[in-house]
């Protein structure tokens, strides 16, 4: 039989492999909410410009509320039959309020109604990105404030290259989390203006309000084009991207606590709570929380990459290619809310070990930037000759298998005759660190202007 909403120009109904292929229910009933609050406006602004009485809004609005209860009852009966969440309330509205649900759909297509009601779910997604950043943004810098002066290796290519404070490097995550919080804000800004009223495509000769519906809705405004309300998905885009690049940062700091638990550098303990046991081997303590949230950046890009694809090429206006957009939008927030929970906690529990930062801090020179300095600044040297020099020395060190600042004064004075005994207050791993106090630097001093300014913006 055909279709009850949509079937009064159809003999038949559809193919067995349609019933399968088509509907949308087994995902979009996620937008449920918004659905409800996009009919219960459209249906006051229908009764307050005279498109349909009030006490026919009286019926939607109780409708409305009963299957609102329903759906959070879980005795809603969704239908594979009914496509979509739109028809599914629009079908059960009509058993519940009579002739007046027909009313519901008047100057309004699903088309609309689908873009409205995604705008309201991505717009809320944005709200809960950053409400997940915020949380490991709060568990980072207290670990940095913990971590001031403890001295860690700062590498380059992974190799060791100049010490720098533990604090200082969790900080540089509190900023990329600070711009992806930039980016969700930027999206939600951008995509608060209301496709409702755009009707199926080309508007409606009722004379709507689409102000009253888009200001309902929390939006600021009623998007000024209909083709572009029905068709644009940049929105989703654009939560994509965001949701992308804050994967992707995820995925860095995953992998360096995937790095630091290993015994070969031993930086950080994770509670028992976020580390894994093996099932052959007794000893193991696996980081698997941070592999999967490294993981499972693939699938938030591989969203993205997805969603761009199906709009791609797409002409004006609708089209059910835009049906897709859904699954990616919903794959992509439930990845990235419960990765950023996830990282909240480990971070919230984990142990800095700084004996173990310390004692590496030390391994491969990384003072060596240190002795060049002092040549320039103490013997008038330029710094390419200093970094000569300083490389002549390094080698000497390491013939002798000692640390730079316990490499023997006359071992530096035969290579270079102008270093005194002076030098040997730059060359530990701690002055280095101290000395580095231009803007933006490690030293401690200087890492503490950070810790006050987000100790100041996370309140
Ligand atoms: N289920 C559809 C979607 O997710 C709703 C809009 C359908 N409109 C239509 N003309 N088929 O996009």
Known sequence: ????????????????????????????????????????????????????????????????????????????????????????????????????????????????????????????????????????????????????????????????????????????YVEMFARDRGRFADASKRLNECPLGSAALAGTPFPIDRDYTAKGLGFVRAMRNSLDGVSARDFALEYLAAASICATHLSKLAGEIVQWCSPGFGFVKLSDQFTTGSSIMPQKRNPDAAELVRGKTG????????????????????????????????????????????????????????????????AGYPTATDLADWLVQNCGKPFREAHHITGSIVKRAEELGVDLDKLPLSEMQAVEPAITEDVLKVLSVEASVAARMSYGGTAPDRVKEQIFFWREKLK
């Open 1 to 172: 039989v055909a279709n009850k909403m949509w079937g009064g120009r159809f003999e038949g109904g559809p193919a067995k492999i349609m019933e399968e292929f088509t509907p949308s229910i087994g995902f979009d009933q996620r937008l449920a909410e918004q659905d409800l609050a996009g009919s219960r406006t459209h249906a006051r602004m229908l009764a307050a410009q005279g498109i349909i009485s009030k006490a026919d809004m009286d019926a939607i609005l109780t409708g409305l509320d009963t299957i609102a209860g329903e759906i959070k009852a879980g005795t809603f009966e969704f239908k594979r039959a009914l496509e979509d969440i739109h028809l599914n309330i629009e079908s059960r509205l009509a058993e519940l309020a009579g002739p007046a649900a027909g009313r519901l759909h008047t100057a309004r297509s699903r088309n609309d109604q689908v873009a409205t009601d995604f705008r309201l779910w991505v717009r809320a997604a944005c709200q809960r990105a950053d409400e997940g950043l915020d949380a490991l943004q709060q568990a980072l810098f207290k670990q940095a404030e913990a971590n001031i002066t403890t001295i860690m290796p700062g590498f380059t290519h992974m190799q060791s290259a100049q010490p720098v404070t533990f604090a200082h490097h969790l900080l540089a």
């Open 299 to 362: 699938r938030v890009l591989g969203d993205f990459v997805a969603l761009a694809t199906t709009v791609k090429g797409l002409v004006l206006a609708y089209g059910t290619d835009l049906q897709e957009d859904k699954e990616r939008v919903f794959d992509a927030a439930d990845t990235l809310e419960i990765s950023l929970a996830v990282m909240a906690g480990m971070f919230a529990d984990l142990k800095a070990q700084p004996e173990r930062m310390r004692a590496l801090a030390n």
